[in-house]
């Protein structure tokens, strides 16, 4: 028994230093994964030096030498992105945007991969009748229609971000626990879980020192993934209405520029740089996830 156990354990070490080399290597390696990477590093730092790189709040009212509000302005020196028409600097909402954008990406894809990566694992490993209803529970959050469900939820609860990250929670875990649960069910039949049975481990960890490592690299891509969902969705909800008006993000300065009519007024300052910066974050998270094919789809390689 003892000798069991001793060789299990270096199986188990190699497993995920293997995953952690194996995600690093495609980093690095690849033009694809690599930018993804950079551009989320550069969102985090403008998001942590929101509050050094942003020249005002972003909810002042701003006003002129002579009194008036300084509402409208072209794009100056003095407000590198204008004002809008209540006198708030463009460009200080844009950057403490980032802000709220991570945060709603980044806690919404923790859930998702959390609460997915464990409903594939139970299922995939313990298969019959636990298998079943929960394989079913995820049908059903596939029958649901995602935005609708986010509106109805918002228009229930107090309007807030956190309603973006309860509604992924709820829902988008689905496509994560089915990719995972199909992983489970060619690991578990590996000799290394054999040995780990016969020796005498619980299930529990089983699932979570010996096959868990095996499917984190999924587990992450699926992450990085959900963050950009997650920021184009609050987006969404904040663009039609029902997103948190007191904490500034992109989506609602686009509702903001969509109200004061800034596409018909041609202040393309006001709604450009958000949705641009919704559509690069997006894209990072895109470019990661193609730069990993090789993890996700291996019949896919030469």
Do not use: C
């Amino acid at each position: 028994m003892p000798e069991q156990t001793v060789r299990i354990r270096p199986s188990r070490r190699q497993a995920f230093l293997r995953s952690l080399r194996e995600l690093g290597h495609v980093l690095i390696s690849d033009r694809y994964a690599f930018t993804g990477a950079l551009v989320y590093v550069a969102f985090i730092v403008v998001a942590a030096l929101a509050g050094v790189l942003a020249p005002y709040e972003p909810t002042e009212i701003l006003f002129t030498p002579d009194g008036m509000l300084a509402g409208d302005l072209p794009p100056s020196a003095d407000h590198p992105l204008g004002t809008t028409s209540l006198g708030r600097d463009i460009y200080s909402q844009l950057l403490y945007g980032t802000r709220s954008a991570l945060l709603v990406g980044l806690v919404a894809a923790f859930f998702v991969v959390a609460i997915g990566t464990l409903v594939g694992l139970v299922a995939g490993y313990m298969g019959g009748i636990v298998d079943t209803i929960l394989m079913r529970i995820t049908d059903i959050a596939f029958g649901i229609p995602f935005l609708p469900f986010v509106i109805v939820l918002s228009a229930f609860l107090e309007p807030s971000i956190w309603n973006v990250v309860l509604a992924m929670s709820l829902i988008l875990w689905r496509d994560t626990g089915r990719v995972i649960r199909s992983q489970v069910l060619t690991v578990k039949h590996r000799s290394f879980i054999e040995a780990a049975r016969v020796s005498g481990s619980s299930t529990a960890r089983i699932l979570f020192v010996h096959i868990a490592p095996n499917v984190l690299p999924i587990s992450l891509l699926y992450g990085s993934i959900a963050v950009g969902w997650a920021i184009l969705t609050e987006a969404s909800i904040s663009f039609l209405g029902f997103g948190a008006t007191d904490q500034i993000s992109w989506g609602y300065m686009l509702q903001d520029a969509y109200l004061s009519q800034a596409l018909s007024r041609g202040a393309w300052h006001w709604f450009v740089p958000p949705g641009l910066a919704i559509v690069v974050i997006v894209v990072a998270g895109f470019f990661i996830s193609r730069g990993y094919e090789d993890i996700l789809f291996p019949k896919l390689k030469d």
